[in-house]
């Protein structure tokens, strides 16, 4: 959703200022988006999780034993292990980085306006820094959950330890290492995030434009 540029630009298209969007659809509709996909996709997760951490000795050794293993041992729940964990702090996640995407986006083209770009090249730059800025902003909350969730993922198989739920893990990963225990992998999910992120929304926001300037060509035609 792009929300942050002016009324009807030069090409045509129509946007929405970030301050006049109806922010409660905004976030309702796009935190039921975003769980619908969380609850067809998460078993995917979970699979995901106990292949990368099978051991050689182990008979789960493709997606398939993987998948009769869990369902055998726990059934249908087994495939959703650490899922109410992953959607409490998915949502808030979710709204901080459109929040911040958004806002940022104003801001930016703000800022270029002075210097005159092409609309594209102008939407490429503030497109991306607000898609690096919100993935980091996100990573704040999204990685400790991201531990949490995979912990419960992966609890009692092979040897690991077992939980009695999300707050559970936080209480003996804190205890075990400190805060800095929910944040392991953060270095690493902000360098892999943040960078795709810019990549992703500059080419978004570019190619609105470029598509928007097509069709008013054929418009005109």
């Given at each position: 959703?792009?929300?942050?540029?002016s009324?009807?630009?030069?090409?045509?298209?129509?946007?929405?200022?970030?301050?006049?969007?109806?922010?409660?659809?905004?976030?309702?509709?796009?935190?039921?988006?975003?769980?619908?996909?969380?609850?067809?996709?998460?078993?995917?997760?979970?699979?995901?999780?106990?292949?990368?951490?099978?051991?050689?000795?182990?008979?789960?050794?493709?997606?398939?034993?993987?998948?009769?293993?869990?369902?055998r041992?726990?059934?249908?729940?087994?495939?959703?292990?650490?899922f109410?964990?992953?959607?409490?702090?998915?949502?808030?996640?979710?709204?901080l980085?459109?929040?911040?995407?958004?806002?940022?986006?104003?801001?930016?083209?703000r800022?270029?306006?002075?210097?005159?770009?092409?609309?594209?090249?102008?939407?490429?730059?503030?497109?991306?820094?607000?898609?690096?800025?919100?993935?980091?902003?996100?990573?704040?909350?999204?990685?400790?959950?991201?531990?949490?969730?995979?912990?419960?993922?992966?609890?009692?198989?092979?040897?690991?330890?077992?939980?009695?739920?999300?707050?559970?893990v936080?209480?003996?990963?804190?205890?075990?290492?400190?805060?800095?225990?929910?944040?392991?992998?953060?270095?690493?999910?902000?360098?892999?995030?943040?960078?795709?992120?810019a990549?992703?929304?500059?080419?978004y926001?570019?190619?609105?434009?470029?598509?928007?300037?097509?069709?008013?060509?054929?418009?005109?035609?």
């Amino acid at each position: 959703m792009d929300a942050a540029q002016s009324n009807k630009g030069s090409f045509g298209q129509t946007e929405i200022n970030w301050d006049k969007l109806d922010k409660t659809k905004f976030y309702v509709v796009g935190a039921g988006l975003f769980t619908g996909v969380t609850v067809a996709l998460y078993p995917i997760s979970v699979v995901k999780t106990r292949m990368q951490v099978a051991s050689s000795a182990s008979v789960e050794r493709n997606t398939f034993s993987v998948i009769k293993g869990i369902l055998r041992a726990d059934g249908v729940p087994g495939l959703y292990r650490g899922f109410g964990t992953v959607i409490t702090g998915a949502v808030p996640t979710r709204i901080l980085f459109m929040t911040t995407l958004e806002t940022t986006k104003a801001a930016a083209f703000r800022m270029l306006q002075p210097f005159k770009l092409s609309e594209p090249t102008q939407a490429a730059i503030a497109n991306g820094i607000a898609g690096m800025t919100a993935s980091l902003s996100s990573q704040t909350i999204f990685v400790p959950i991201d531990v949490v969730s995979q912990k419960l993922m992966v609890q009692g198989y092979s040897g690991y330890t077992k939980y009695s739920g999300g707050m559970d893990v936080v209480r003996k990963v804190v205890k075990a290492d400190g805060i800095r225990g929910l944040y392991r992998g953060f270095g690493l999910s902000v360098m892999t995030y943040s960078p795709s992120s810019a990549v992703w929304w500059a080419s978004y926001g570019t190619s609105q434009r470029l598509i928007w300037r097509w069709v008013c060509l054929f418009e005109d035609m």
